[in-house]
């Protein structure tokens, strides 16, 4: 079938002239496909040569990128480096922003939150996974142009995306802040020299003396870890030692005590986010940092589980830094209350009847209050009770005895006793209703508490028969608030604070979470409901050989 022929020329339907006369495109055909004479064809017919295609920056000049939303780009990929050009080993450094790195919180990706090869963002302070061409932190550096990182495992410092090592001298105090390390001598003379740092923002801080961060309810946990923290013995095993193969408990408290003693630290204060994580996972969420616990039962769970993951033995004792330095011997006296003890009498001990005699080990002693009077005297005395430290530990002296559950009991201490006492004052009891405290207050000496009534004598450890002295180095504080309902019978709330003996000024501190201010002198320690001690039984002077 052939082609049905045009009725109208184009020309004539559209109005318009064609550019080319017919005879131009019939008959020079060939000539027009030259390209040797194009220059004159175009001037001939009078068509004007083709702009150049726009590059991209004008493209981005004029608002316009020439790229439909569908249409794919390829960038030129990344050239992996194993070192920086030379000349260029400082590049990018001056992005890092030290006022908002913080290596206090769990080291958790924040995209991925594993905890494997994680990274910290040096310009941001956000964590993220690998440094590999697919990992987080690769796309983190091409997507906000962020490049500075650092393995929070190693410690070394990597550009990215191009991958090579950054070795600068002005990253130290970034790798010292993330994990601070201190040499023995450093270590001995913390206690020796007093030392003032500045922080940052240029707020001064005297280190082993720092707040510490009250996430939400876990002021309970601070004050341990504060009194903790400046037991010699216990601190300088926890900043000299290598616990790279030890459990993640004993690692975070090392690090955090370490932190705590920073004399080059970027803040003021710490944060005990990364141990407490832990604690919770170790304690099936027994404490946390959202519900307030008791600091004694803390410190109880805490000394036990720090001296099994030292290794410790359940039976031998002494087995680790734990036992070694808070762990004595108490001697029990038991018997039995019959119907023929003396009605006026009964917890005296019956020379007929069978004395029980036990041998315990002990990691903290407690101490009971008496019972707090439930009206003021007719002097209006006595409002809020006092009574000596010395009158509550006669607990201890093998002669006061205690009933308990029918059974009449005494206590008595045994050489040798451990360089460090904790004492637990029993403030609180709980009945079927509500938990009550004991208001009475203890006072006592910081210095020149005598032991010696409170030890059975034994001339192969204590000869002489002497005093044994021991001075304060911590005191745990309770305090009551008004609870979070304003009722009557609402119960009230507590608040811990701890009073830490300073060694080098001879001068004593108050944290409580992010608060450090110095104690007056003239303002007696036991104005408070001290409710956790830590005393430090001094050392002997070295006997002279007399010839």
């Not at 920056?57 to 004029?62: H, K």
Request: proline letters at 6%.
């Amino acid at each position: 079938m052939g082609k049905r022929q045009a009725e109208e020329a184009l020309e004539d339907i559209s109005g318009i002239d064609s550019p080319f006369s017919k005879k131009s495109r019939i008959d020079n055909f060939h000539e027009l496909h030259n390209g040797s004479e194009l220059p004159a064809r175009m001037a001939k017919a009078k068509i004007d040569e083709p702009p150049p295609p726009p590059t991209v920056e004008d493209e981005v000049e004029n608002g316009e990128t020439g790229i439909e939303e569908d249409d794919e780009v390829f960038e030129a990929p990344v050239v992996r480096q194993t070192a920086p050009a030379e000349g260029y080993d400082d590049l990018y450094l001056d992005t890092i922003n030290r006022n908002i790195l913080d290596f206090d919180f769990e080291k958790l990706c924040s995209i991925s939150l594993s905890n494997i090869n994680v990274y910290a963002c040096l310009v941001c302070g956000k964590y993220f996974q690998g440094r590999g061409s697919k990992s987080h932190a690769y796309f983190h550096a091409l997507e906000v142009n962020h490049h500075v990182y650092i393995n929070m495992q190693t410690h070394k410092v990597y550009v990215l995306p191009e991958g090579y090592e950054v070795k600068n001298k002005s990253l130290d105090d970034i790798k010292f802040v993330s994990d601070p390390t201190y040499t023995k001598e450093q270590v001995i003379a913390m206690d020796r020299e007093a030392k003032t740092a500045w922080a940052l923002g240029g707020k001064e801080y005297t280190p082993g003396f720092v707040g510490m961060n009250n996430i939400k309810e876990n002021d309970y946990f601070n004050v341990v870890i504060q009194a903790l923290s400046h037991i010699p013995p216990l601190r300088n095993f926890l900043m000299l030692e290598d616990f790279s193969q030890k459990p993640e408990l004993v690692k975070r408290l090392s690090i955090l005590v370490r932190k705590i003693w920073n004399p080059r630290a970027f803040k003021s204060h710490v944060s005990p986010h990364e141990l407490l994580q832990e604690i919770s996972l170790k304690s099936n969420k027994r404490f946390t940092l959202t519900q307030q616990s008791d600091p004694v039962d803390f410190l109880s769970w805490f000394l036990n589980n720090l001296h099994l993951a030292l290794g410790g033995s359940k039976t031998k004792p002494g087995s680790s830094i734990i036992q070694q330095v808070f762990q004595g011997k108490l001697k029990v006296e038991s018997q039995e209350i019959t119907a023929k003890a003396d009605a006026g009498d009964r917890l005296r001990f019956e020379e007929a009847a069978e004395v029980k005699v036990d041998v315990n080990r002990f990691l903290m002693l407690t101490l009971d209050l008496p019972s707090a009077p439930l009206f003021q005297d007719e002097l209006e005395k006595n409002i809020i009770p006092q009574v000596p430290l010395t009158s509550i530990l006669s607990k201890y002296n093998g002669l006061s005895p205690q009933e308990h559950l029918n059974t009449r009991k005494r206590y008595r201490l045994l050489h040798p006793l451990p360089p460090y006492l904790l004492f637990h004052i029993k403030r609180f009891s709980k009945n079927k209703f509500v938990s009550e405290c004991n208001p009475t207050i203890v006072t006592f000496d910081a210095r020149n508490l005598d032991m010696a009534p409170y030890v059975e004598p034994n001339p192969n450890f204590h000869s002489g028969g002497g005093p044994i002295w021991y001075d304060l180095v911590a005191n745990i504080v309770h305090e009551a608030v008004r609870g979070k309902d304003d009722s009557v019978e609402a119960e009230a709330g507590k608040e811990w604070k701890v009073q830490i003996r300073d060694r080098a000024r001879e001068d004593w501190w108050q944290i409580q979470d992010l608060f450090v201010e110095k104690s007056l002198k003239e303002k007696p320690l036991y104005l408070g409901e001290t409710y956790v001690q830590v005393w430090e039984r001094r050392r002997e002077p070295k006997k002279k050989n007399v010839r």
